[in-house]
């Protein structure tokens, strides 16, 4: 029998791979309902490729235009939040797979969770700032969460067969982005189009930006801690630059068991959709002989203040890692947009960490406008 997919942030990179791999294995899986936030002419594409039951734009204009362009097809169209959480719930859905780009994927992943579906995870947000919400909930359900990083993938990987108890440090590991090695010095002068230029991965602009300030890493840090109950301290960042090993598992008798594989996102998404089980993928063989060698070193924490930071919010906990990422997220955009530098991207984090005022155990209402207010305190800091 077809597992039914929702997919939430279905034109972007995880979500246009999440297709390709339902495309593959089409005997297996099919898509239910997809989501974006604006897309409107790549999500009519879609409609029309893969005949989902439900579409859902985040733009309520542009969900009003594609209801009208996709008249001719069965698609229902539904918009706004409302529409996500609706299609996060539906009750034929078997796995929602969150890939939603900031803090909106975090309502769609907590009616999914309430309605009892597995949720494969792509939407770092969604456990960086609620995952005490997240992490109880899905316990109280029973349902799975399984990770769609690549990172986690390889962690989820390496904790198979052995309980978490056992383990002693996770090692995260991290390409070191295009500015590996490079000095303070070396980095006040680098533009967007420099720091969009990743030698492994092909990703979104933002996240691509975070590689390069290693804030993604630090976002992950939290999010390995939520997904694997660990501690900062039991998380270790290690760059490797050839992006082989995807992560490590120490296990307390000094076993280290990690998952290796070729820079492949369809890799942990074909995982996350076939937990327990395993199927066939072909094009993506590693070479060991071709590839030669592994290296390994230590990430400068005061040249990438953004990890640093991450630990001390992770550390810190309740509304601080809401903060750490929605001040990110806002530097990104302006760094972009070329109104503020590339190191000032951290010091924003680090600003907006001092002047706020922490909540021990925020509800998502607190969630949110603790991001709305870190927003506008940046907008007067940047004018």
């Keep these: 029998m077809q597992k039914k997919i929702v997919v939430l942030g279905s034109t972007g990179s995880i979500g246009t791979q999440t297709l390709e791999v339902i495309e593959e294995y089409n005997r297996l899986f099919s898509p239910l309902a997809l989501a974006a936030g604006k897309n409107e002419k790549a999500l009519e594409e879609q409609i029309r490729k893969f005949h989902p039951s439900y579409a859902v734009l985040y733009d309520e204009a542009a969900a009003a235009r594609l209801k009208d362009a996709v008249a001719d097809t069965d698609t229902k169209v539904l918009a706004g939040m409302e529409g996500l959480c609706e299609i996060a719930s539906l009750p034929e859905a078997d796995v929602v797979l969150t890939a939603v780009v900031g803090m909106i994927g975090i309502r769609p992943t907590i009616a999914a969770i309430e309605a009892g579906k597995d949720i494969a995870l792509a939407n770092k947000e969604t456990l960086v700032c609620a995952g005490h919400i997240i992490t109880k909930l899905v316990k109280e359900k029973g349902v799975a969460l399984l990770p769609v990083d690549s990172e986690h993938s390889a962690i989820f990987q390496s904790l198979q067969g052995n309980p978490k108890k056992r383990m002693r440090r996770i090692y995260l590991t991290a390409s070191g982005g295009p500015f590996r090695g490079q000095s303070l010095e070396q980095l006040k002068n680098v533009t967007p189009q420099m720091a969009l230029k990743h030698p492994n991965w092909t990703m979104g602009r933002k996240i691509t930006i975070d590689s390069a300030t290693m804030v993604n890493k630090g976002l992950e840090i939290m999010e390995a801690g939520w997904l694997f109950g660990a501690t900062s301290d039991q998380i270790t960042v290690v760059v490797h630059p050839q992006s082989i090993i995807h992560s490590m598992v120490e296990y307390e008798d000094g076993a280290v068991i990690g998952q290796l594989g070729v820079p492949d996102m369809k890799l ?116």
């Excluded at 002989?289 to 930071?309: I, N, Y």
């Excluded at 530098?341 to 706020?356: D, G, K, N, V």
Aim: with cysteine; hydrophobic share 40%; charged share 25%.
């Design 268 to 383: 942990p998404i074909q995982y996350a959709l076939t937990y327990p089980d395993r199927l066939p993928m072909h094009g993506n063989e590693l070479d060991l002989f071709a590839l030669g060698q592994m290296t390994f070193e230590k990430p400068d924490p005061e040249v990438f203040l953004g990890l640093k930071l991450a630990q001390q919010a992770f550390d810190q906990g309740g509304s601080v890692p809401t903060v750490y990422n929605a001040a990110n997220e806002k530097a990104v955009a302006l760094f972009l947009d070329e109104k503020i530098s590339f190191l000032q991207i951290p010091e924003l984090i680090q600003r907006a960490m001092e002047h706020h005022t922490r909540i021990d155990a925020p509800s998502v209402e607190q969630i949110l406008e603790a991001e709305k207010e870190c927003y506008e305190r940046i907008d007067g800091w940047i004018r």
